[in-house]
């Protein structure tokens, strides 16, 4: 399963989390939910991006830790670019919130 796939599932990272928020109706008016959407791209785009980055290194087979590192890298990764995203100031979530509601209140 890729962050995009679990995006809707589980509240068990900040994406799903608002995502599900999103869903159930606690975040109000189109301006909070779109806020909230993009930073919740934002953060499934830090951690795919880290995902693929930890891919690329090659593994040894002398400390290999098996499932439980693999787990553990997962939710580091996880919590990582939630940190990262909930941070970012000009990054791809507010880059993406500007361009959705450019031209509100010009009469456009």
Do not use: C
């Not at 928020?21 to 909230?36: D, F, M, N, P, V």
């Not at 880290?50 to 098996?66: C, I, Q």
């Not at 990764?77 to 100031?89: G, I, M, T, W, Y």
């Not at 791809?92 to 009469?107: K, M, P, V």
């Amino acid at each position: 399963m890729t962050g995009i796939d679990g995006l809707g599932g589980s509240s068990g990272n900040r994406a799903g989390g608002i995502l599900e928020s999103l869903r159930t109706g606690k975040i109000q008016g189109e301006e909070a939910r779109l806020k909230a959407a993009t930073d919740a791209l934002e953060g499934t785009f830090y951690q795919e991006l880290f995902k693929a980055m930890r891919e690329s290194v090659p593994e040894s087979g002398l400390l290999d830790g098996g499932s439980g590192e693999d787990a553990f890298t997962a939710m580091l990764d996880q919590h990582l670019a939630d940190v990262q995203a909930s941070r970012s100031e000009g990054g791809i979530g507010q880059a993406l919130y500007r361009w959705f509601t450019r031209g509100e209140g010009d009469g456009a």
